[in-house]
């Protein structure tokens, strides 16, 4: 038996219309053949949680505990010939920088990537500014290829994004910016 | 019971399974007991070999997948047993070389040399089938029992240390191809 609770909860499935640009994250990520998604939540992923679950049920939705974790079940699923993402925030990624330097990228393992983005000039908490800052040079330093999410077409970014990771097998990550996710 | 016999044990008990190791001496042991195809040796990422282990398991029911996990780099991932007991993959058997060291790093003690319970940890998460190991017979009667698994199942082995002496390549790519092709899903 698994146990796993829905994705999204039912917080999120009561909280108003769809958004398009979760959508167009769902699309996306499925268009490039992704099979998992491994994630820990936050409230703008629940959004994309949702679409999956209303739409896409042919996508696993894996729960972690925490980031690093995340990245390793996703590598273990793509070892078993699975095609992950992982979603998470950025705060996250703080947590999950090892196991992205010492696995994911030496031994190329593919999978897209997708950012909550907190921080930036509409950040309510000062806490987050230092991660979100320093997302892209994280990426940059161990050499994970990135894009931010236009305000439209984000379903084009995230495909282009997911289909490049599986045909080099270097991970691409999409940050999802805030004045996106709040739209 | 060192924790290469233990890994020789494990080795002939279950030729078929996907093994993976955690990085540094259990990697090495593993190296040392037999280099099969099916290996996947970590070369670092501390404490996410039981997560590696998950994947492969979700991803291939059809194949019986085992962790050699050292506590205390299991320790460094406890939440790892949550999701494993939330999701109860039948074909995970995560093996904990508990030598009560951090003998990678030069020996220092680890929390279970104080009395922490792994198996009782993982009992708490739901992985009922956890039981705690110290001798080569154990060992051999609880793979035995798990040739057909119905729940994931945590098997502390308390072990001595073993003083590996070789190693694996470090050619990480080459580690997964040839692991990846022994499992029937090869990259190219």
Redesign the interface.
Known sequence: ????PPATGDRARAAGPPRPWAAGVCDGAHAAGVT?V?YVPDNPLSFILREFEARRRDV?L?????E???????????????R?AVMLQSSGLGNSV??L???VV????PMLIVVSMRGGETEWNPVQAPMGSAVRPIFDAIGIPHVTAPDAAVSDTVREAGAAAFAT?IPHAVLLPRRLTAS | MTRLDATRVIVEACPDAAI?ASLGHPAYDLFAAADRPRN?Y???????????????????PD?RVVVLDGDGSLLM?L??L??V????PPNLTIVVMDNELYATTGGQPTATAAGADLAAAARAM?IEESVTVRTEAELTARLRARLTPRAPAVIVAKVGESHPTVKPPLD??G??QR??AA???P?C
């Open positions: 038996m698994t146990g796993q998992d491994v696993r894996i729960l972690a505990t925490r690093e974790e995340a990245f390793g079940i996703a590598a273990g699923l793509y070892l078993g010939g699975r992950p090892n196991a330097g010492t696995l030496p031994y190329e393992i097998r | 993976v996947f970590t070369w670092g990422s501390m404490g996410v070999a039981s997560s590696i282990g998950l994947g492969i398991a979700l991803a291939r194949a991932n939440g790892s949550a999701t007991g939330m999701l109860q739901r990480y790519v580690i997964k692991f990846m499992l029937g899903c990259e």
